[in-house]
């Protein structure tokens, strides 16, 4: 969170400098630090149930279950209802159709996370695509109309009972239905591919993948949710150790 707010500033000169340096209202970057002091507990961690359905169905076609929206909201119930949850775990993070779908009570799950003291996030991305110009490299779509979608979910409804004894300052715009729904954060993965033949990842490929991080993280801050970035370096292929640091150098230098 201060490392986006501080790389936004990075930037700023000239005439009401430092105003721009301090673009986030003291309220709102105090309500996102709480949020980051809550998820960041030492000794547990953060628990990735942000599977698309592109994702998940075909591991449900390969054990016999069938691929559908109920199936997968009885799924994440079974996850969510597991005893011993929070002796491990501070946030989950939650893919878009989970935010809106509800346990077999009729809880929204966002609010059944956060009575166990969970805090909910959101993945906001959609998908990869080819970069055109690069090797096969991709990058993460999904900028455009991100603070639209964190806002078009206008709604006043019983999904905002959310996260108040983690963050019992903070008020919901109603314009914000993931907000109002409880997410508090949310992540996004851009991953980049190792291939030293291949001469990835690129340039081009670290730099549109970073810039577009940066820029989703800034969206989300101005939302009111915590912006996970996550540049990803896919462990997959023959690279050595080597050649994985001075990858992971570049992207981290960006």
Known sequence: CKASHEMAAHHCIGTGADERRHWLA?????????TVQAIAVAGKGISACDESGRTINPRFANVGIEATEE????YRETLFSAPGATDCLTAVILDPETVFQQDSNG????????????IPGVKPSLTVYKLPGTNQETYMQG??????????YAAA???YAIAAARCPHITPSPRRRYYAAGCRFAKWRSPL???VAAGTPSALAIETNCRDLARYALICQ?????????PDLVLKGAHSLEDAVEANARVLGE
């Open 107 to 118: 809880t929204p799950f966002p609010e059944v996370l956060a009575k166990q003291g969970l």
């Open 143 to 152: 900028l455009d109309g991100l603070s639209e979608r964190c806002a078009k």
């Open 26 to 34: 003291p309220d709102k970057a105090a309500a996102l630090e709480s």
């Open 157 to 159: 409804s019983r999904l």
């Open 71 to 74: 199936m997968r909201r009885v």
């Open 193 to 195: 591919t190792i291939d």
């Open 222 to 230: 101005a939302e009111g949710l915590v912006p996970i970035v996550e």
